[in-house]
């Protein structure tokens, strides 16, 4: 998957800047061995791949957000994008090793890590469309949503008065995430993996498909732009946005193939954002609000 995302995106940016980007760091932890176990097709499971995300579970305003403009990505990079990554067979080995992980993760997870996984990061998220009006009930904590990397890495001085500009960048990258996140997820309709496993009892039953992973994309999304705003703190925002994605399994509702391909999609997003003009200015405009 990731060779093809790599080619694709050569297409889209070309050199240009992207040599000063970091690169994607590897896979790591778990994510390595599930890979390596075959993707396609078993014929033992094979009724599995007949599941879905059904369209009477369609969400509206999720899929409205296709419709979107995007601030700094173009529609012909949306859509190479979309066809640059995809998941492994519902009846696949892989598939069936992410499940039994999820078991285990069910067995394992305490108290604690319920609390931060369902009640902090689950609720955390931001979402252009509560933006439009500022007497919309969700709107201070929309924006306030919009730093949380932020705030978690660098203290709550990290707040939307103090850095206008980081706000004004990272409003714009989450929300060509989220035309991204469900352009993905709608284009090919996982099931949740408690769909394929009945003995997993989740956390939160979602209304979208699985892949990739909403609140994993966004995560690593923010994560790469901070780092590149902040290079010294790079490995502090990836631990971040690792324990996020990692939430998504803890809870039950993703697979860890939706993490890491949304990790590797946020790292593409970026390189194909990367020689937008727009996107230069306001991250030169963000950088020199933490040079000062």
């Known amino acids: 998957m990731k060779r093809k995302l790599q080619f694709l995106l050569l297409l889209i940016v070309g050199y240009g800047h992207s040599q000063a980007l970091h690169p994607l760091e590897p896979a790591k932890s778990h994510y390595i061995d599930l890979q390596r176990l075959a993707s ?23 899929l409205t957000y296709i419709l979107m403009n995007p601030e700094y990505l173009n529609q012909e990079q949306i859509a190479v994008l979309k066809e640059s990554v995809d998941f492994p067979k519902n009846s696949s080995d892989q598939t069936r090793a992410e499940l039994d992980f999820l ?8 108290p604690e890590q319920v609390h931060r996984t369902s009640m902090v990061l689950a609720p955390i998220g931001y979402w252009p469309h509560i933006n439009v009006k500022k007497d919309h009930p969700g709107y201070h904590k929309n ?5 949380f990397e932020g705030r978690e890495v660098l203290g709550e001085q990290c707040t939307v008065e103090n850095y206008p500009a980081t706000l004004k960048l990272m409003q714009g990258v989450t ?11 709608y284009h090919l309709v996982r099931a949740r993996p ?9 956390l939160q039953i979602m209304g979208s498909p699985s892949f990739a992973s ?11 732009t901070w780092s590149e ?16 994605g990692e939430s998504r399994e803890v809870m039950g509702i993703h697979y860890p193939s939706d993490e890491e391909a949304a990790r590797v999609l946020a ?15 306001d991250l030169n405009a963000a950088k020199a609000e933490w040079q000062d």
């Open 103 to 110: 078991l285990q993760w069910q067995e394992k997870r305490t």
């Open 214 to 224: 909403g609140h994993t994309l966004w995560a690593y999304i923010q994560a790469f």
């Open 229 to 244: 705003l902040l290079p010294d703190k790079r490995q502090d925002f990836l631990d971040l946005a690792y324990e996020i």
């Open 194 to 202: 408690y769909v394929l496993e009945p003995k997993l009892q989740p």
């Open 143 to 147: 924006k306030e949503d919009v730093l």
């Open 175 to 185: 929300k060509d995430m989220r035309i991204m996140e469900f352009t993905v997820k």
């Open 40 to 62: 396609g097709p078993n014929s033992k499971r094979i009724a599995l791949d007949s599941l879905s995300f059904t369209p009477n579970q369609y969400n509206s305003l999720a």
């Open 267 to 281: 790292h593409g997003m970026l390189m194909a954002m990367w020689d937008n003009p727009d996107f230069q200015m």
